[in-house]
């Protein structure tokens, strides 16, 4: 079984729709969870960052890790074209100086106007 | 803000050349991590750097080696490049549970 699992998608949504993406894992030791932002041709940027389980908000983005059933998710609410991109889930071992992500495929998110 | 730069954004170089990837970051971080990117394959960590003259195998390290001489600077050496590593290669860095910090991005052919 793979550490991360993540839906490639590709995922089509019209512009204004709520957008879920989601990844499962099987580590139990994963205590962080992030969600990268990949655009075409750039390098990933940090989107969202959760430490163990619980809810995040950021603006129109929300992060939930469930850890009992070792899922993560990301919602996007009133999507835009802006946010059409590859959307990596990263779980992490240990917040410590000395930690690796392991990252999931991506799901590729297209919203059209 | 945090800056990565990897030091070409396309390169394309020929079969059983020596392909030298640069990195540089400059906000300190001790950590550092080569990847490459490849469709329905995802973000694959080559090596990775906790200090500086420090190395560690990532899960596909054959065909590359790394260097860390100055803790701001992480290279990516190909020794013999081969088609099949034809990638984005991509350079991040981190400090401690801060999550990474990606460069833009090498995208590397070869022919």
């Known amino acids: 079984q793979k550490e991360v699992e993540q839906d490639p998608g590709p995922l089509s949504v019209p512009e204004g729709a709520i957008v879920s993406l989601n990844c499962t894992y099987s580590?139990?030791?994963?205590?962080?969870f992030m969600w990268y932002r990949q655009y075409s041709r750039k390098g990933p940027e940090l989107l969202m960052y959760?430490?163990?389980?619980g809810n995040k908000e950021d603006g129109r983005f929300t992060a939930q890790v469930d850890k009992s059933s070792k899922y993560i998710s990301l919602f996007i609410r009133d999507s835009q074209p802006s946010d059409s991109a590859t959307y990596l889930c990263?779980?992490?071992?240990?917040?410590?100086?000395?930690?690796?992500?392991?990252f999931g495929k991506g799901t590729l998110l297209t919203v059209n106007p | 803000d945090v800056k990565v730069t990897q030091s070409s954004r396309y390169l394309v170089k020929r079969t059983g050349e020596k392909v030298f990837l640069e990195c540089v970051q400059d906000?300190?971080?001790?950590?550092m991590f080569w990847y490459r990117q490849d469709p329905g394959l995802g973000l694959r960590l080559i090596y990775f750097?906790?200090?500086?003259?420090?190395?560690e195998k990532g899960d596909i390290p054959e065909g590359y080696s790394v260097s860390r001489e100055k803790k701001e600077r992480f290279s990516l050496i190909l020794e013999s490049a081969s088609t099949n590593q034809t990638s984005m290669y991509l350079c991040?860095?981190?400090?401690?549970?801060?999550?990474?910090?990606f460069g833009s991005g090498t995208r590397l052919t070869v022919v």
């Open positions: 580590n139990s030791a994963f205590q962080y």
């Open positions: 959760t430490y163990s389980s």
């Open positions: 991040a860095s981190s400090h401690g549970g801060n999550g990474y910090t």
């Open positions: 750097s906790y200090d500086v003259k420090m190395k």
């Open positions: 990263a779980p992490a071992r240990s917040g410590g100086s000395n930690y690796k992500l392991t």
């Open positions: 906000m300190d971080h001790e950590n």
